[in-house]
């Protein structure tokens, strides 16, 4: 398999913030293509065990990291079923996990995942393509005012109410089942006129994509999770790309750390985002925001 082209985000931060010269075991949850794996075995971690839901992400990242050998343990499994890859694998307690949330650059950039309207593919979207529903099932029987109101929800699309009316309109007539034809259907929908910042399409499939792999389920229980597992003075980052993400990590790390039981610190009160230099080499870098709590005992 041919790897991509991968840059990693806020690499150095996430370094800065994990502490990896602590050794121990660290989790990436979403390895992806391998980027922020590498930097934390490179810098310390005894073990790293990584887990992603996308079984190509998983192929190259194993050929990628191959140097490492058996201090890297490969699991194809959701991040959210973190406490049962951690009980499988014999670890009661890391040192760190990290999580890097959202779609990667290797599923936006490959043909026939259907993340893009940039090319004209089956409209599929699935991170785990081994499992669920693709977008295009989804759409085809989901009523209007439902997928109006995740529209809105996921992808903040103030005309999600005409967006779903002529998604419905137009699969009555026949099937959706191209990235291209939902492209062009949103942006009927959308009416915009002159220039625009972003296609019109972008807000609406974000929305879609966020519905198709349930990206906002269980993530508060997520963090909740991570911050257990770890052991005192252990660490957990974790990247969003969206304001939807981004809200409920803050809210959740704000609340364990009310929580006396939880002994959980906020390292960050603002969100690390991404030099000027980094946004410059790396654009998917400007929409990164980067939280992180320790575990003080």
């Known amino acids: 398999m041919e790897q991509p082209t991968h840059v990693p985000v806020l690499l150095d931060e ?8 602590r050794g121990g075991t660290f989790v990436d949850c979403t390895v992806g293509l391998g980027g922020h794996a590498r930097m934390l075995l490179e810098g310390g971690a005894a073990r790293l065990i990584a887990i992603d839901r996308d079984t190509d992400a998983l192929a190259i990242a194993r050929a990628s990291l191959a ?21 499988a694998q014999g670890e009661t ?22 993340f893009s309207f940039k090319r004209d593919e089956p409209l599929d979207m699935r991170m785990d393509r081994t499992q669920g529903e693709t977008a295009a099932e989804l759409i085809d029987r989901v009523d209007e005012t ?13 005309r999600s109410r005409q967006v779903a009316r002529g998604i419905v309109t137009a699969r009555a007539q026949s099937p959706i089942t191209t990235t291209g034809r939902l492209a062009e259907i949103v942006r009927r929908g959308v ?4 220039w625009q910042r972003i296609d019109p399409a972008t807000r609406t499939f974000q929305a879609l994509r966020i519905w198709v ?9 997520f963090i909740g999770t991570s911050a257990a597992r770890l052991q005192p003075g252990g660490r957990l980052a974790v990247i969003a ?18 929580r006396d039981e939880a002994a959980i610190t906020v390292l960050t009160k603002h969100p690390v985002i991404a030099s ?5 080499v790396n654009p998917r870098a400007r929409s990164a925001k980067l939280r992180a709590a320790v575990r003080v005992a």
């Open 14 to 21: 996430v370094r800065s913030l994990l502490l990896p010269e």
């Open 241 to 258: 790309f969206h304001s939807l993400e981004d809200r409920v990590v803050k809210h959740t790390l704000r609340e364990l750390a009310r």
């Open 276 to 280: 000027d230099a980094e946004a410059a």
């Open 213 to 221: 792999n349930g990206e906002l389920d269980g993530l508060e229980s």
């Open 93 to 114: 307690t890391v040192s760190g996990v990290l999580a890097d949330l959202g779609v990667s650059s290797m599923q936006l950039d490959s043909d026939g995942r259907g």
């Open 67 to 87: 140097e490492f050998g058996d201090r890297v343990t490969f699991v194809h499994a959701d991040y959210r079923s973190l406490a049962d890859v951690l009980d």
């Open 191 to 194: 009416a915009a006129r002159g």
């Open 146 to 158: 439902e997928l109006a109101d995740l529209i809105y929800r996921f992808g903040e699309e103030r």
